[in-house]
């Protein structure tokens, strides 16, 4: 089984852009999609990016996901980062059946 | 509107059992395969187990093997997991969530399991 790697905390002030890498141990990141998933403190999680790009509705279009073949990784950019974008986020993608979650990463807005 | 509900979740001392339910609404059930999803207090997301739309499709997390059963009543828009044998690291707050190509996944609130003696 492969791993997906997150970084622990990212930061930003309000107003700005920041981006949350998720980066595949093994095996192709192209071949099956990443999710992203929004947890607020005490909430259960919801999608605000599926099939490694496509927005569901609701979700700004301040979100954005991307996926680097060259570095086999995955991003979340959040841009005109506000407070209520404090969350953690994980990344999930599968193969084979299995699914996997990356170890989700705390934004925090300074 | 989509809703997923689940229940079933307590406080179970070690090596009992538990059904956990969810019950889905605002979608046709048996369009789309289903997961489990654990989250221990203060940790991150751990998937448990998958069931396809029409259950002939079924996973579980390597490490979780043998003490889980998923299983799916598509005529009562349910999805179940039956947990046996738990230990102290079965505690965790269980989602269920859809997962359907083109769509969204969609999560439940969730069902907190607390293993104690």
């Known amino acids: 089984n492969f791993m997906l790697t997150q970084p622990h905390s990212v930061s930003g002030s309000p107003g700005k852009t920041v981006t949350i890498s998720c980066t595949r141990s093994s095996g192709d990141i192209a071949g099956n999609f990443v999710q992203w998933h929004r947890q607020r403190p005490g909430s259960a999680p919801t999608t605000v990016i599926y099939?490694?790009?496509?927005?569901p509705s609701g979700v700004p279009d301040r979100f954005s996901g991307s996926i680097d073949s060259s570095s086999n990784s995955a991003s979340l950019t959040i841009s005109g980062l506000k407070t209520e974008d404090e969350a953690d986020y994980y990344c999930?993608?599968?193969?084979?059946?299995?699914?996997?979650f990356g170890g989700g990463t705390k934004l925090t807005v300074l | 509107e989509v809703q997923l509900v689940e229940s079933g979740g307590g406080l179970v001392q070690p090596g009992g059992s538990l059904r956990l339910s969810c019950v889905a609404s605002g979608f046709t059930f048996s369009d789309y395969s289903l997961n489990w999803v654990r989250q221990a207090p203060g940790k991150g997301l751990e998937w448990v187990s998958y069931i396809s739309g029409n259950a002939n499709g079924i996973y579980y997390a390597d490490s979780l093997k043998g003490r889980f059963t998923i299983s799916r009543d598509n005529t009562r828009n349910s999805l179940y997991l039956q947990i046996d044998r738990l230990t102290v690291e079965d505690t965790a707050m269980y989602y269920c969530?859809?997962?359907?190509?083109?769509?969204?996944?969609?999560w439940g609130q969730g069902t907190l399991v607390t293993v104690s003696s």
């Open positions: 999930q993608s599968s193969e084979s059946g299995n699914v996997v």
């Open positions: 099939e490694d790009d496509q927005r």
């Open positions: 969530a859809t997962t359907r190509s083109g769509t969204p996944d969609y």
